[in-house]
């Protein structure tokens, strides 16, 4: 079964001090790797997408690794504004002609001042 | 510009009625897709379209569940029926099919409570 999953499910920083998310996937084919930031009440917002092992992309205190069963979220020096729930999702594959998205249950992430 | 629009932001029903959540994507945004969240939960899949059609509806839970998007535009969720279980938040993505990422812009959501 095609499955997401997402560790911890829960993360408490102090600013400045840098940590990782794990974003694991079992799909049949991998067509590409989302990452998506999600405030309380509102829609997730794209960060990053990956297609291929080895592949890394950084925006600001954000990085982003895909290997062939894993992703890895990390964050540099994180400050209180980093504060999110951040969701991983894949798109598999055989979905090309929908681009359907498989998501994991996330990690909420609370850097404290 | 203008992001994805979804109206109500809330909506409270009671078992057994019937309710309809709107969806106003990005303008130029060919596809559409709906997603329902539940807390503490990641989005799971309900329909994509593609223009005017349903491509894929293989996430609809049951035959409660009927989306349309008549002129390939705006898209309405409708629930018959409703159940407690069909709270959750129902979410809108739009996308822009020939982008490298085909990214999915999503709109803020419906949070659906049926008591």
């Known amino acids: 079964e095609d499955q997401v999953t997402q560790s911890p499910e829960a993360l408490r920083l102090q600013e400045g001090e840098s940590s990782s998310l794990n974003c694991s996937y079992t799909?049949?084919?991998?067509?590409?790797l989302f990452w998506y930031r999600q405030d309380p009440g509102k829609g997730p917002e794209f960060l990053f997408t990956l297609y291929s092992a080895g592949e890394e992309k950084e925006k600001e205190r954000l990085k982003a690794t895909l290997t062939k069963k894993e992703s890895f979220l990390h964050i540099t020096a994180p400050k209180p504004e980093d504060s999110a729930t951040y969701l991983c999702?894949?798109?598999?594959?055989?979905?090309?002609?929908?681009?359907?998205?498989?998501f994991g249950q996330g990690t909420t992430l609370q850097v404290k001042p | 510009g203008a992001g994805v629009s979804q109206t109500p932001s809330n909506k409270v029903t009671e078992k057994g009625k019937y309710v309809e959540l709107r969806c106003d994507p990005i303008s130029g945004h060919t596809a559409l897709y709906w997603y329902r969240q539940s807390l503490g939960q990641g989005p799971e899949f309900l329909i994509y379209?593609?223009?005017?059609?349903?491509?894929?509806d293989s996430g609809l839970p049951n035959d409660r569940f009927f989306a349309v998007r008549p002129e390939g535009s705006v898209s309405t969720l409708k629930i018959q029926r409703t159940e407690r279980g069909d709270s959750a938040v129902y979410l809108c993505a739009s996308s822009r099919p020939g982008l490298k990422n085909n990214e999915q812009f999503f709109g803020p959501g419906t949070r659906l409570t049926v008591l």
């Open positions: 999702a894949v798109r598999m594959i055989g979905s090309s002609n929908t681009g359907k998205l498989i």
């Open positions: 379209f593609q223009g005017t059609g349903a491509a894929d």
């Open positions: 799909v049949s084919g991998l067509r590409g």
